[in-house]
């Protein structure tokens, strides 16, 4: 999902990789949508997240905790807020919620990185990819 990990792979001799950005089925997302943002602010991700000292920097104190649910009460939760401080499918899924997604991670300093892309749009940027190395693979033989 980072360009930059694609880069490095193929630095490192170990194989071809295809870079593909982060997806969410919006479809699926969207049916957790409320127009009511009746809560401020929230961190959505993973624990182990929290413990990166960076994230302290960015992350106002007091700020309410989403993790560790399952999937459709982090969705249903998170559709609630009007700020979410989130990366990757989270920050994602934020945007599709009509959060707005504010920096909690140095590594990725702009949370507009975060675009909304649907699932289905990926599966095609990745076959068409594929179809590529397919490509390749019929000239040679």
């Known amino acids: 999902s980072v ?3 694609c880069k490095e792979i193929e ?5 071809k990789a295809i870079f ?6 919006v479809d699926e997302v969207k049916k957790y949508w409320k ?10 991700g993973n624990m182990w997240g929290w413990k990166m000292p960076d994230i302290r920097k960015y ?6 905790f989403l993790t560790n649910m399952s999937r459709d009460e982090l969705l249903e939760q998170l559709s609630m807020y009007q700020d979410a401080y989130a990366i990757g499918r ?8 009509g959060c707005n997604v504010h920096v909690c ?30 490509g390749k693979k019929k000239k040679t033989l």
Do not use: F, H
């Open 105 to 134: 991670d140095s590594r990725y300093p702009d949370p507009d990185m975060w675009k909304v892309l649907d699932n289905k749009k990926a599966a095609k940027m990745l076959q068409k990819e594929l179809d590529k190395i397919d």
């Open 35 to 44: 127009p009511a943002k009746t809560k401020r602010a929230c961190y959505v």
């Open 20 to 25: 593909l950005p982060l997806s969410v089925d």
């Open 11 to 15: 630095r490192l001799g170990i194989g």
């Open 90 to 97: 989270c920050a994602i899924e934020a945007k599709v919620l």
């Open 59 to 64: 992350v106002p104190a007091g700020t309410r």
């Open 3 to 5: 360009k930059s990990t």
